[in-house]
């Protein structure tokens, strides 16, 4: 089936550097990429839509500044978390879906952990 | 927004019991996905149901959607210690998540 993969699965950066994820659709092009943020025992929040060769649409409460999200393929996009802050530490997650697909499966990456010193 | 409910929030059972898990929308379902999660993992797809009244199944899992009450429900038959983990409901072009619910299986 499809895959979708993230990297790194985990990193830990001193407090005020900057962190970037990838997300790579491997075997299919994706038009929209998601990412989401997860706290520890608490479920997926959703962050921002990754859209290929526009800006990404941002939910309410996510500064744009702060997570710069870059969807410059129709196979990678990135998240990057500038001047990361101890409270920025969490599970970060990305999920893709096949382009010309409205509907369909989402399928997930395996998530990138986030730990800000 | 659409929101979405999962009952209960956390779940104990004995292996081989069977459980249910529900998810329920604040707005009209055209379409729910199930997956789990082992927590600092991924997700794991489990089903799609882009139908009202559709049912299906994999394994010893199956699931229902029911457009008329904005719900789903997630059912698991003689659960193993297998399927311990966080069960998510999500719905929507964005695909918005319910706030899960943790499953434990002893043996």
């Known amino acids: 089936g499809a895959v979708v993969s993230q990297h790194p699965s985990w990193v830990i950066c001193k407090s005020g550097t900057s962190v970037k994820i990838e997300c790579r659709s491997l075997?299919?092009?994706?038009?929209?990429m998601f990412w989401y943020r997860q706290f520890p025992k608490q479920s997926l929040m959703l962050m921002a839509t990754s859209n290929e060769g526009s800006k990404a649409t941002y939910e309410q409460g996510v500064e744009k500044d702060k997570f710069l999200i870059n969807h410059a393929s129709l196979t990678l996009s990135t998240l990057t978390v500038t001047s990361a802050h101890p409270e920025d530490s969490s599970f970060y997650i990305c999920s893709a879906r096949s382009t010309g697909r409205s509907t369909g499966e989402l399928f997930f990456g395996e998530g990138s952990r986030l730990t800000v010193l | 927004s659409q929101e979405l409910e999962q009952s209960p929030q956390s779940l104990i059972v004995q292996e081989g019991k069977n459980l249910t898990i529900n998810c329920t929308s604040s707005?009209?379902?055209?379409?729910l996905y199930w997956y789990k999660q082992k927590y600092g993992e991924g997700l794991i797809f489990l089903m799609m149901l882009q139908k009202g009244g559709e049912e299906k199944s994999h394994e010893k899992i199956t699931a229902k959607l029911d457009e008329k009450k904005q719900q789903s429900s997630l059912h698991i038959t003689a659960s193993q210690p297998s399927h311990a983990g966080i069960y998510l409901c999500?719905?929507?072009?964005?695909?918005?998540f319910g706030k899960g619910t943790k499953l434990t299986v002893n043996p």
């Open positions: 707005k009209t379902l055209y379409g």
């Open positions: 999500g719905a929507g072009e964005k695909l918005v």
């Open positions: 075997d299919f092009q994706a038009t929209t």
